[in-house]
């Protein structure tokens, strides 16, 4: 399988982009074939709410021409997709924030017949790293990712939250194997 990987913090090489590394380990290990996408390097403007690119045909279809149309036509080529992101504010970081608004492009709304799903079907994981609790901290961001998926007609298949982690690389030495768990939900 394919999977297009979010890495949605602005650490390159903190708690997040640690935990998503071995899960994407852990998958190619497997045989799978892995896309990270670093979203902070990526252009991706606000959301005008326009609801032009719901009428639109053959692709995103987003009219702001920028990285958000290119990451939604790569996860639409994949089988799945890992949202990693730190918690900010109890929600997701801003990058991922802005590309999820603007993910409102993947269903599609004909004037008559039902919506037409572009990740219809595909698998979803939700990969968070928190300095506070999992409890009555990361719940919100829990929702939001289930409702998204819900939203676009993805199926929910892994969720990883690693809490009580602020600074970079304070993770405890049981995180790598709930990693590589959570990549194995991915496939299962
Ligand atoms: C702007 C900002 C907001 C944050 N908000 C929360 C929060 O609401 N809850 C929480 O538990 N941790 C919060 N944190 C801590 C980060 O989620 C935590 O340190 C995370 O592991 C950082 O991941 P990174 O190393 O990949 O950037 C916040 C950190 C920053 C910088």
Redesign the pocket.
């Known amino acids: 399988m394919k999977f297009v990987t979010l890495m949605g ?3 390159k090489e ?5 935990v998503l590394a071995w899960a994407e380990e852990e998958l190619r290990a497997q045989g799978h074939e892995v896309d990270r996408i670093d979203v902070i390097d990526c252009t991706i403007g606000y959301c005008d709410g326009c609801f032009r690119c719901q009428d639109a045909d053959g692709g995103p279809g987003c009219p702001l021409e920028d990285d958000a149309n290119v990451i939604f036509r790569r996860i639409v080529e994949a089988d799945g997709f890992i949202l990693a992101s ?6 997701f ?1 801003a990058p991922l924030k802005a590309l999820l608004d603007r993910s409102v492009c993947l269903v599609k709304r004909p004037a008559s017949g039902d919506p037409v799903y572009m990740l219809g079907g595909k698998r979803a994981g939700l990969l ?6 999992d409890e009555g ?2 719940d919100l961001i829990t929702e939001v990712f289930s409702r998204l998926v819900e939203y676009l007609g993805c199926e929910r298949t892994g969720r990883l939250v ?2 009580y ?4 690389m ?1 993770l405890g030495p049981n995180v790598e194997v709930q990693a590589r768990d959570f990549a194995q939900d991915m496939v299962e």
């Open positions: 913090s602005p650490r903190g708690n997040t982009a640690t730190p918690l900010y504010c109890w929600g970081s968070v790293t928190a300095g506070g609790p901290n990361a690693v809490p982690c602020r600074l970079q304070e």
